[in-house]
């Protein structure tokens, strides 16, 4: 019994505000992303979003965000809604773990000789282009940090494990701006 109410008395001092915290702040982020060659995307894909965040506390927020991948025949647009946690420190920098759900756009296209010549099939004329898309629903995962700036901004960095059903999933390095309001 003692240890359950031990157990449970830290748990509340590990989600509390730190002794000097601020106003729980919330912050916009633009970023670029690089999503590497994996073996479902035929090459790298380079893309662009933004997440924006709102605190619920000094270390927990609630974030929704868009992005846009794209390659040379796929294209590639997440949009996701998850939860992040954020310990401050002494210093500035602010670590933060995300996770949650998103809904995932697919294009792709195929040309008819794509199977013969692989990814040059649209330098070769390789026949009328076949559009496809798939939408799924799935999960994600990140990492990253905040490291300050002059004024509001910061340079957040951080990396991202997107998966759904299926054989498709990925990672996503994200750098980018943070403006905290």
């Keep these: 019994m003692r240890l359950s ?10 989600l509390a505000p730190p002794a000097r915290a601020s106003a729980p702040e919330s912050s ?8 590497p060659s994996l073996v479902q995307w035929e090459d790298a894909a380079w893309g662009y979003g933004f997440a924006t965040r709102v605190s619920l506390n000094a270390r927990w927020g609630v974030d929704v965000g868009a ?17 992040s946690y ?4 002494r210093d500035g920098w602010k670590p933060w773990l995300e996770a949650g759900v998103g809904y995932y756009r697919r294009e792709s296209t195929e ?15 390789g026949g009328s282009p076949r559009r496809t898309a798939q939408n799924n629903i799935g999960g994600y995962a990140g990492i990253g940090f905040d490291a300050p700036l002059p004024g509001r901004l910061a340079l957040a960095t951080g990396v991202r ?13 994200q750098s980018g701006l943070s403006y905290e309001f």
Excluded at 28 to 35: E, F, S, T, V, W
Excluded at 86 to 89: A, E, K, L, N
Excluded at 115 to 122: E, V, W
Aim: aromatic letters at 14%; charged letters at 10%.
């Design 5 to 14: 109410i031990a157990l449970v008395v830290v748990g509340f001092l590990c």
């Design 28 to 35: 916009l982020r633009i970023y670029g992303a690089y999503l």
């Design 67 to 83: 992005s846009r991948f794209e390659s040379s025949n796929s294209a590639l647009a997440p949009m996701t809604v998850g939860f």
């Design 86 to 89: 954020g310990p401050q420190s």
């Design 111 to 125: 040309y008819a000789i794509a199977r013969r010549i692989g990814p040059l099939a649209p330098y070769y004329g």
């Design 161 to 173: 494990m997107h998966g759904w059903a299926g054989p498709d999933g990925f990672i996503s390095l």
